[in-house]
């Protein structure tokens, strides 16, 4: 079945750091890639996502790219900031209105 | 302004009651959902609906029941028979865009505790 598996955490950065968060899915046809972002005692909030292959979504300065070759959709910011600090979920959709998320990786930022 | 709206944001219950957590979205979505979240943990499926008057459950539906006699509201009653009912309930509604794929919007989520 469908499935996305990402980084475990914690990840702890510099602030100004370069941050990669892994993503990688199990999916049939073309699904739809999400990351979305939890602050703490908050519900989760889309950041960015793509559609269809070699598909680049960025929002806030992250960014991720849609590589069905690789079954991938790492998110990436080039400058972290404390107020990065939080969990994030990779997550796909592929039959409407199914979704599949990843367990979560949580990151925190240090001044 | 639209979103999604979940009621109380915390709440207590009492061994053996039985509590309901609203949530309403004014967004026109068809389909909705309920998600728990243990801490530190990721989410797991309680229900789904796609549409009005009728309902899946997920992965983790025992001890729970909603309804959805409204496109816009979509309750969830946590029973005494969830023997375990303390995380913290999340809410989300989802739109298919034949353009865009289908995206799903979260609400600000309920804790529950038991006391």
């Known amino acids: 079945g469908d499935s996305v598996t990402q980084m475990e955490g914690p990840v702890t950065l510099s602030e100004e750091a370069f941050l990669t968060i892994n993503c990688t899915y199990t999916?049939?046809?073309?699904?739809?890639l999400f990351w979305y972002v939890q602050y703490p005692g908050e519900g989760l909030q889309l950041l960015l996502k793509a559609t269809k292959a070699d598909d680049k979504g960025s929002n806030k300065g992250f960014e991720a790219t849609y590589r069905k070759e690789t079954t991938s959709f790492h998110l990436e910011k080039g400058s972290v900031q404390v107020s990065d600090s939080a969990v994030y979920f990779c997550a796909l959709s592929n039959n409407f209105n199914k979704f599949y998320f990843g367990s979560g990786t949580k990151l925190n930022v240090k001044p | 302004d639209g979103g999604i709206t979940q009621s109380p944001k915390y709440l207590f219950r009492k061994e053996g009651q039985n509590v309901t957590l609203s949530c309403e979205q004014n967004?026109?979505?068809?389909?909705m959902y309920w998600y728990r979240q243990d801490p530190g943990q990721g989410l797991r499926l309680i229900y789904y609906s796609q549409i009005v008057n009728d309902f899946q459950k997920g992965d983790i539906a025992e001890g729970y029941s909603v309804s959805r006699e409204k496109k816009e509201s979509f309750p969830l009653t946590v029973t005494s028979a969830q023997k375990n009912p303390t995380a913290f309930y999340l809410c989300?509604?989802?739109?298919?865009?034949?353009?865009?794929?289908?995206?799903?919007?979260f609400g600000e989520g309920s804790w529950l505790t038991v006391v």
């Open positions: 989300a509604s989802s739109i298919n865009d034949r353009s865009f794929g289908n995206t799903i919007y």
């Open positions: 999916a049939t046809g073309y699904p739809s």
């Open positions: 967004l026109n979505h068809d389909a």
